[in-house]
């Protein structure tokens, strides 16, 4: 079956940096799109990133871009999520998340957490000083 394991969360202080990893396996096609969510105490699980199975489209949130990069690396089935400038806003439980992309997420969907049917454990990523 599908499985996402996420990595890579941690402490930092505001400015710095991570790097989380989701190690993704199982899939029968290798046309999968994958997202990170994250999820706050008391709020919602928001959309931060989703990156095509061929790494071409990329969407961000308003939040994050210009400081979050993602990327994926197909022969490894690894997919990154490059945070920079983090900020105390940005602390929360990390999710990777995977959809197939036949009728999966596009430009208009992607922030949705009913695109995803599968979903990692999640990671935490606390920001503070």
């Known amino acids: 079956q599908v499985q996402l394991v996420e990595s890579g969360g941690g402490s930092v202080q505001p400015g710095g940096s991570l790097r989380l990893s989701c190690a993704a396996s199982?899939?029968?096609?290798?046309?999968?799109?994958i997202a990170w969510f994250r999820q706050a105490p008391g709020k919602k699980r928001e959309g931060v990133v989703c990156i095509s199975s061929s790494g071409s489209t990329r969407h961000y949130a308003d939040s994050v871009k210009g400081r979050f990069t993602v990327s994926r690396d197909n022969a490894k089935n690894m997919v990154y999520l490059e945070m920079n400038s983090l900020k105390p806003e940005d602390t929360g439980v990390y999710y990777c998340?995977?959809?197939?992309?036949?009728?999966?997420?596009?430009?208009?969907?992607?922030?949705?957490?009913?695109?995803?049917?599968?979903w990692g454990q999640g990671t935490q990523v606390t920001v503070s000083s």
């Open positions: 998340a995977g959809a197939m992309e036949l009728l999966g997420p596009d430009s208009g969907t992607w922030y949705q957490v009913s695109e995803y049917r599968y």
């Open positions: 199982g899939f029968n096609s290798p046309y999968y799109a």
